[in-house]
């Protein structure tokens, strides 16, 4: 299997976890509220130092901040003997609760599982009343599969409780994650063929004191488009009014096409052949732009304004938005650009064709 030593998200490195890691694993491992609803602990000094040398690189991982290095969990992916199925598990200190970082590591666990392990399942368990790892689960499309009554032992309030056990398949995890198209369930002019997905979407230029809204999510960590698929017998102008209140919760009014990109692509063992059409969108003066949603595929979707002058520097789809975006917003200039990829599947070469227009 592909094991990997290191992962890294938006906002975490998970990085082996060494002896020297004892402090801060002791810090949550030994305190009552934070192994409450654990199948292990509270630990005495003995039991996390056997933890310590008994875990594995490429299946057990310290969670750090990026910005500081700063130790604040633990977690872990373990596949059986046939590298079919594998179990999560995770514990993040009680004061970094609450701070999404439970849905962001959780995402990478079972990315990582799908697409470098090649697992077939991932599952997870844990106490039914324990509804913070409830909702991680259910935020990285994980479904509750079972609840088993009276099934597991806190351990600190000394009493059985239900158990709840989730899991994902992998046709579901590539399947959700290029659009629900792809299993027969969206109304979108979108449809699935032997040899991929087409979509015909669309996104929003919308952007203020020189910077620009974007989304990104809780599995996927880099920036895309507020927007979405337009739907059967819908225009692209009211397909987008929709998209921007289903996602950031305001009214818009949809200016000029900036821009038409043609794209294919792969992404997750998935093809696709895209067409989206970009617009500049105006918001109210006094909108109040929602900051994150959880989607109908349960990711937690987020919403950032990004310094227009820094976009170089972060990962961001379509890239042409890189080079393009200073001449799309100068007044009174209607750009059209075709970014056109054609995929050599066989050898793996990619090779893009640019051209463009300006009024």
């Known amino acids: 299997m592909n094991y990997k030593d290191t992962l890294e998200t938006k906002r975490l490195i998970m990085r082996p976890l060494t002896t020297d890691d004892f402090e801060a694993v002791h810090s949550w491992a030994s305190h009552p509220a934070n192994t409450r609803y654990m199948a292990w602990g509270p630990n005495d000094e003995g039991q996390t130092r056997g933890f310590l040398v008994s875990v594995n690189p490429g299946k057990d991982y310290a969670v750090a901040l990026k910005e500081t290095g700063t130790v604040i969990g633990s977690c ?16 993040l200190h009680i004061d970094r609760w609450k701070q999404g970082y439970g849905t962001e590591l959780g995402g990478e666990l079972i990315r990582y599982g799908f697409e470098d392990l090649k697992l077939r399942r991932i599952f997870a368990t844990c ?61 979108d002019c979108c449809y699935k063929t032997d040899r991929g997905v087409f979509r015909y979407r669309v996104g929003a230029m919308i952007q203020r004191d020189g910077k620009l809204l974007m989304a990104t999510n809780s599995r996927d960590h880099y920036y895309y488009s507020v927007g979405g698929g337009v739907r059967f017998g819908e225009t692209t102008e009211a397909a987008l009014k929709r998209e921007v209140s289903e996602e950031i919760g305001t009214d818009c009014t949809i200016g000029k096409l900036a821009l038409v990109h043609e794209n294919l692509f792969e992404e997750r063992g998935i093809k696709y052949h895209e067409l989206a059409l970009f617009y500049f969108v105006d918001l109210p003066a006094d909108a109040i732009v929602r900051s994150e949603r959880l989607t109908d595929s349960g990711l937690v979707e987020s919403f950032e304004w990004l310094p227009i002058n820094q976009l170089d520097a972060l990962i961001l789809y379509p890239e042409v938005l890189k080079t393009a975006i200073t001449r799309l917003l100068k007044p009174n200039k209607e750009v059209f650009i075709k970014n056109l990829i054609q995929m050599q599947s066989d050898c793996g070469i990619c090779s893009e064709y640019q051209t463009d227009w300006r009024s």
């Not at 373990?78 to 590298?83: C, K, Q, S, T």
């Not at 909702?135 to 032992?153: D, L, P, Q, Y």
């Open 127 to 187: 106490a039914a009343v324990n509804y913070g790892s409830c909702r991680v689960m259910e935020r990285n499309g994980m479904r509750r599969e079972a609840t088993h009554k009276k099934s597991f032992w806190a351990r600190v309030d000394k009493e059985w409780v239900e158990g709840a056990e989730y899991a994902i398949l992998a046709e579901d995890y590539f399947a959700e994650s290029g659009d629900r198209s792809t299993t027969g369930q969206s109304a």
């Open 76 to 91: 872990g992916i373990y596949p059986d003997a046939n590298g079919d199925t594998a179990e999560l598990g995770w514990i």
